[in-house]
Nanobody
Framework: QVQVVESGGGLVQPGGSLRLACVASGFSEHYYNIGWFRQAPGKEREGVSCISIGNGNTKYADSVKGRFTISRDSGANTVWLQMNSLAPEDTAVYYC?????????WGQGTQVTVSS
């Protein structure tokens, strides 16, 4: 059974940083994609960043380009989302998505709140 678990959310002041972790388990595939999405209250879920496991290719939404960094810790089977220069507009529940071929798995989400 594939399981995707996010962690690392919390309350941070504007300009601060957080690092989210996505830990995936229960699979043997070597090539797949991990994406970070976020959803604020009353808004649609939006893509934030993604990484291709296998070639390391990364992509970022324009709103986070230059501030967020996605990376893979292969030893721990963990994908990180380093978030710097956080702003109130970044407040949302952040979800980790694993896509393997035509299968998609979601984590439970972790709350990120940016406020003074």
């Amino acid at each position: 059974q594939v399981q995707v678990v996010e962690s690392g959310g919390g309350l941070v002041q504007p300009g601060g940083s957080l690092r989210l972790a996505c830990v995936a388990s229960g699979f043997s595939e070597h090539y797949y994609n991990i994406g970070w999405f976020r959803q604020a209250p009353g808004k649609e879920r939006e893509g934030v960043s993604c990484i291709s496991i296998g070639n390391g290719n990364t992509k970022y939404a324009d709103s986070v380009k230059g501030r967020f960094t996605i990376s893979r810790d292969s030893g721990a089977n963990t994908v990180w989302l380093q978030m710097n220069s956080l702003a109130p507009e970044d407040t949302a529940v952040y979800y980790c998505q694993m896509r393997i071929a035509n299968r998609v798995y979601w984590g439970q989400g972790t709350q990120v709140t940016v406020s003074s």
